[in-house]
């Protein structure tokens, strides 16, 4: 089957053989792929560009150039989910990531600064889940490698500044993302660009709602951005707000956790599996082991089946809290 890989492909494979920097080659690798139509024809060349990625981020890693401006690589995803931040210089980001992990970051009452992507876990129930503190997302010298990170992101948290006019603010890093090939689903982009968007679920997250005007500002946010995206008023400085913020990430991280036990066995609850929402029984079965998912003959579920032991196939659907015996 021929791939018809369209013009702009060769553009962004152009760029990659161009390419002198790390970020820069992730960058147009991940161009590549995003622009690449998805069918048979294209499934070796999509598992090459992908190996070939994964290697690039290996030897990104083992130059170990974190801490220089610009060789920056991106941050290694851990834990059940990837959180982004993005912002306007000082709206908080960092007050924010430290408020809810136990990172130790810079916060300061001048903007720019963050100059590197400092990712802290946060603890969720029995999960963990990475949060990354960003340069401001107008920092133009973070910019070949913001984009890398925006990409690989499972959430993105847009932080605004409620005492500073946040609708404005809010557009802006709208604008930005877009510039760098990311949107929030549902959102055209205001012209034709060669690469289409990367749509990621994002989070509005308004900051500082211990200051002056911040509620009627939030309010107003919320009347204009509430139908579109899920969010938030918090105050990082005072924490207050976070537990919501949490539970929304949770929410807008589109996940669930199942657990596993052996026949006649317990299952263990510390030890969730996490999955996508909407994930079946054979793509648990997967997840542990490629294998299993072919091997797999049926399921007894405790949870949403509709008595405890249930057999299911493996085209089940999970939900939040089943325990599953997988029987090969
Ligand atoms: N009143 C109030 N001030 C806050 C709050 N969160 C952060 N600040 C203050 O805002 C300033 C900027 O905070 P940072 O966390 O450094 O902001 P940032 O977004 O990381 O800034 P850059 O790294 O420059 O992009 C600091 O003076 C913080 O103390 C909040 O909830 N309320
Ligand atoms: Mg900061």
Same mark, same amino acid.
């Given at each position: 089957?021929?791939?018809?890989?369209?013009?702009?492909?060769?553009?962004?494979?152009?760029?990659?053989?161009?390419?002198?920097?790390?970020?820069?080659?992730?960058?147009?690798?991940?161009?590549?792929?995003?622009?690449?139509?998805?069918?048979?024809?294209?499934?070796?060349?999509?598992?090459?560009?992908?190996?070939?990625?994964?290697?690039?981020?290996?030897?990104?890693?083992?130059?170990?150039?974190?801490?220089?401006?610009?060789?920056?690589? $991106? *941050?290694?995803?851990?834990? &059940?989910?990837?959180?982004?931040? =993005?912002? /306007?210089?000082?709206?908080?980001?960092?007050? !924010? +990531?430290?408020?809810?992990?136990?990172?130790?970051?810079?916060?300061?009452?001048?903007?720019?600064?963050?100059?590197?992507?400092?990712?802290?876990?946060?603890?969720?129930?029995?999960?963990?889940?990475?949060?990354?503190?960003?340069? $401001? *997302?107008?920092?133009?010298? &973070?910019?070949?490698?913001?984009? =890398?990170? /925006?990409?690989?992101?499972?959430?993105?948290? !847009? +932080?605004?500044?409620?005492?500073?006019?946040?609708?404005?603010?809010?557009?802006?890093?709208?604008?930005?993302?877009?510039?760098?090939?990311?949107?929030?689903?549902?959102?055209?982009?205001?012209?034709?660009?060669?690469?289409?968007?990367?749509?990621?679920?994002?989070?509005?997250?308004?900051?500082?709602?211990?200051?002056?005007?911040?509620?009627?500002?939030?309010?107003?946010?919320?009347?204009?951005?509430?139908?579109?995206?899920?969010?938030?008023?918090?105050?990082?400085?005072?924490?207050?707000?976070?537990?919501?913020?949490?539970?929304?990430?949770?929410?807008?991280?589109?996940?669930?956790?199942?657990?596993?036990?052996?026949?006649?066995?317990?299952?263990?609850?510390?030890?969730?599996?996490?999955?996508?929402?909407?994930?079946?029984?054979?793509?648990?079965?997967?997840?542990?082991?490629?294998?299993?998912?072919?091997?797999?003959?049926?399921?007894?579920?405790?949870?949403?089946?509709?008595?405890?032991?249930?057999?299911?196939?493996?085209?089940?659907?999970?939900?939040?809290?089943?325990?599953?015996?997988?029987?090969?």
């Amino acid at each position: 089957m021929p791939a018809n890989l369209p013009p702009q492909y060769f553009e962004a494979e152009k760029r990659y053989r161009l390419a002198k920097s790390f970020p820069e080659k992730m960058e147009a690798l991940d161009d590549m792929l995003a622009i690449m139509p998805k069918h048979k024809g294209t499934d070796k060349l999509r598992a090459d560009l992908r190996r070939r990625l994964a290697k690039l981020s290996e030897e990104a890693e083992k130059k170990h150039a974190l801490g220089r401006r610009g060789g920056i690589y $991106p *941050i290694r995803k851990e834990g &059940a989910g990837q959180v982004v931040l =993005v912002g /306007l210089p000082n709206v908080g980001k960092s007050q !924010l +990531v430290s408020a809810i992990t136990k990172a130790a970051l810079d916060v300061a009452d001048y903007p720019f600064t963050t100059q590197v992507p400092t990712p802290g876990m946060m603890m969720l129930e029995n999960i963990q889940i990475q949060l990354v503190d960003m340069p $401001p *997302i107008t920092d133009s010298a &973070a910019r070949p490698w913001l984009s =890398v990170m /925006l990409r690989s992101a499972d959430v993105l948290l !847009l +932080v605004v500044d409620l005492a500073d006019n946040p609708a404005p603010q809010l557009e802006t890093v709208i604008a930005e993302l877009e510039g760098l090939r990311v949107g929030p689903p549902g959102r055209q982009p205001r012209e034709e660009a060669a690469t289409p968007l990367m749509q990621k679920r994002c989070l509005i997250v308004g900051n500082k709602n211990d200051l002056g005007d911040s509620g009627r500002s939030y309010r107003a946010l919320e009347a204009q951005y509430g139908g579109e995206f899920p969010m938030v008023s918090i105050s990082a400085k005072e924490g207050t707000g976070l537990e919501e913020l949490r539970s929304e990430i949770y929410r807008t991280l589109d996940i669930i956790r199942v657990y596993t036990k052996a026949p006649g066995g317990k299952a263990d609850l510390a030890e969730p599996v996490v999955l996508r929402k909407g994930s079946t029984v054979e793509d648990l079965a997967g997840s542990i082991h490629k294998d299993f998912r072919y091997q797999l003959k049926y399921a007894q579920i405790w949870g949403s089946g509709k008595y405890d032991g249930q057999r299911v196939k493996r085209g089940h659907h999970l939900e939040d809290g089943d325990v599953i015996e997988l029987h090969l």
